[in-house]
């Protein structure tokens, strides 16, 4: 599976990004999607995961602000940001996992100004 994660950029603090991670290969529908990030000098975080099922989760610091989701018939998923902060400033990595099976994409930076 390769994932090509898009949708980064810069944006000022309060306003919006949408990220895209599409995946090319079989079997989308069973993987667990994660979205990770590592800001500079930090250790990669879990920032949020959706099951094959649509259950959710989402670290503390975005709950309420960030919302992940998945089109299956698209390959794709998503992951809506708003009301962001200079803190959110990170890349952004996308990852499916099932079983054995783990694939990452290759991140796409934002930069949210104050």
């Known amino acids: 599976v390769q994932l090509q994660a898009s949708g980064g950029g810069l944006v000022q603090a309060g306003g919006s990004l949408r990220l895209s991670c599409a995946a090319a290969?079989?079997?989308?529908?069973?993987?667990?999607i994660g979205w990770y990030r590592q800001a500079p000098g930090k250790q990669r975080e879990l920032v949020a995961s959706?099951?094959?099922?649509?259950?959710?989760n989402y670290a503390g610091s975005v709950k309420g602000r960030f919302t992940i989701s998945r089109d299956n018939a698209k390959k794709t998923g998503y992951l809506q940001m708003n009301s962001l902060k200079p803190e959110d400033t990170a890349v952004y990595y996308c990852?499916?996992?099932?079983?054995?099976?783990?694939?990452w994409g290759q991140g796409t930076q934002v930069t949210v100004s104050s």
């Open positions: 990852n499916l996992k099932f079983s054995l099976y783990d694939y």
């Open positions: 290969g079989s079997s989308f529908s069973v993987y667990v």
């Open positions: 959706i099951t094959n099922r649509g259950s959710t």
